[in-house]
């Protein structure tokens, strides 16, 4: 059953590739499927190539290792200025490892200042 449904969902994606009218009558259709197949009943529609992530939090798909608002786990939002990296709410800023954006490292001659990896 939970095999059909991401089988469905599949081909409802792949159709909605399609343009024009018909691809509109698809995606209401997809839509309005979604609001019955959410992941907290089927966590397998979050494995679906595409998805936002793995991990079902209010019935979305996120990746807990990047969403801002689910950093880590459901409901854990970072504070303004930070960015969800690995699950953890960081500044990216100033982070060593996150500098700029996730995975940045600045090496050991730098600091990150402002975002950016500076030799000073
Ligand atoms: C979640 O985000 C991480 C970091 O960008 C990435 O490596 C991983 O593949 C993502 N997971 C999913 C299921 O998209």
Redesign the pocket.
């Known amino acids: 059953m939970k095999q059909f449904v991401v089988a469905m969902l599949i081909m409802a994606l792949a159709i909605s590739v399609v343009s024009g009218k018909e691809a509109k009558k698809v995606k209401n259709r997809f839509l309005s499927e979604r609001v019955v197949v959410t992941c907290d009943k089927y966590p397998n529609v979050c494995d679906i190539k595409g998805?936002a992530?793995?991990d079902c939090c209010m019935k979305k798909c996120v990746?807990l290792?990047?969403d801002g608002s689910n950093c880590g786990k459901c409901g854990k939002k970072c504070s303004y200025g930070k960015i969800c990296c690995q699950g953890k709410c960081v500044n990216p800023k100033s982070n060593q490892k996150h500098c700029g954006k996730?995975d940045n490292k600045c090496n050991a001659q730098s600091s990150c200042i402002y975002g950016m990896c500076s030799y000073a």
């Open positions: 998805s992530g793995s990746n290792s990047t996730c």
